[in-house]
């Protein structure tokens, strides 16, 4: 079974030739590496075990690991959780949004229409990263939000309903979460809007 998986991850190269690493996350948090060559090797001694070969990586070390001379735009990078489940193939772009936040912001150029709305917007990447907040999300969280995981915003709310409506609440305040996914030219988000409703709608 543990073999199978191991000829599985090698697939994944086939699509991403320019790295020589799986990324793994948990819970959309990164969590390790797995090197292709520990996989070629556990597989020619007829032993590979998934959890025995993820890395702890720190983030910092990725690009010395992952990739094979210098990335850019066709780069692809496959991520993969600790079962051994492929979760995306992402874009260099889709790295750059998680791993070097910092220097991906200013960069990233959503529509000019959600800073005039009048409720709170968050849109993330795939990995729930806060990439971009409108004035009224970060008055109403009390901080500034890009480069935090969305996570961290909602811990702020008090969650009412998880059924058919997501509705949550902060003091006074009340919303529906409202949730919608893009794929625009390789990059996945998510677009988080915070809609006021009545508190007797409760």
Request: aromatic share 10%; proline share 5%; glycine share 6%.
């Amino acid at each position: 079974m543990e073999t199978d998986i191991g000829r599985e991850l090698i697939r994944h190269f086939f699509h991403a030739p320019q790295v020589e690493a799986l990324l793994v996350f948990e819970d959309n948090e990164y969590f390790g590496i797995v090197l292709k060559k520990d996989i070629e090797m556990s597989l020619v001694k007829k032993g590979f075990e998934l959890g025995g070969n993820i890395n702890r990586v720190k983030p910092a070390q990725l690009p010395l690991l992952l990739f094979r001379g210098e990335p850019g735009k066709t780069t692809r990078i496959p991520v993969i959780d600790k079962t051994g489940r492929l979760q995306r193939i992402i874009s260099y772009e889709e790295y750059e949004s998680q791993f070097d936040t910092d220097a991906y912001l200013p960069h990233f150029k959503p529509s000019s229409t959600l800073e005039g709305l009048a409720h709170p917007v968050v849109v993330t990447n795939h990995f729930r990263r806060i990439l971009y907040a409108n004035r009224r999300a970060m008055e109403t969280a009390g901080m500034d939000l890009p480069g935090k995981p969305f996570s961290a915003l909602l811990r702020l709310f008090e969650i009412r309903s998880l059924s058919r409506r997501m509705l949550i609440e902060k003091g006074e305040a009340h919303f529906e979460l409202l949730i919608t996914s893009s794929d625009f030219k390789g990059f996945s988000s998510f677009l988080y809007q915070f809609l006021p409703v009545e508190t007797e709608n409760h």
